[in-house]
């Protein structure tokens, strides 16, 4: 009886962690690969050079408070778009979220040209290295490598045969069946 429940905590425990690292991964390719990137580059072209020298000249406080604004803002919203969507309004809490991407995009602008200064706030500085150690930590465990593969395989596959990427999909989802009953002993 004690096996059984070590070995539904274990499969509780990886579920939990694919759930939440394949939430991190589409975020990674989706919305930073495809959005927020491109933004902070359309930012960089519409802002002069003269106000990115302002903001260098700032205090590492001024810096501060010019960085979080608009990360507070899109945080804010990030968070409170599963709760729009889930009282019904959809097109709101997307259009909402296509925003929150925009305002970070700001705030990750802005620690871009003040990050020497906001590093040097000590409690920034180890929030900023808690940050960087948890993603880190998150890259390097295994379900994270085992499904940054697969959507790498996916995504080779959907080039080279879209006719066939149905099968596809099916003949791994059937071979990754296979390894969890064979990792767990099911």
Do not use: C
């Amino acid at each position: 009886m004690k096996n059984t429940f070590k070995v539904i905590g274990k499969i509780l425990k990886d579920l939990i962690a694919f759930l939440l690292i394949s939430i991190f991964i589409i975020l990674e390719e989706v919305v930073w690969d495809k959005f927020v990137y491109p933004v902070k580059k359309l930012i960089q072209k519409l802002i002069s050079e003269k106000f990115v020298i302002w903001l260098k000249e700032r205090t590492k406080y001024q810096a501060l408070v010019l960085f979080l604004i608009p990360f507070i803002v899109a945080e804010t919203m990030g968070f409170s778009v599963p709760f729009i969507m889930g009282m019904g309004f959809v097109l709101l809490g997307i259009i909402i979220y296509i925003v929150k991407i925009f305002i970070a995009s700001i705030s990750f602008w802005v620690f871009n040209h003040t990050k020497e200064k906001l590093l040097t706030i000590s409690w920034f500085n180890y929030l900023y290295s808690l940050t960087i150690a948890f993603f880190n930590y998150i890259k390097n465990t295994k379900t994270y490598k085992r499904f940054k593969a697969l959507i790498a395989d996916l995504k080779e596959q959907f080039k080279i045969d879209k006719k066939g990427f149905l099968s596809y999909l099916k003949s791994k989802y059937k071979n990754y069946k296979e390894e969890i009953k064979k990792e767990y002993e099911v």
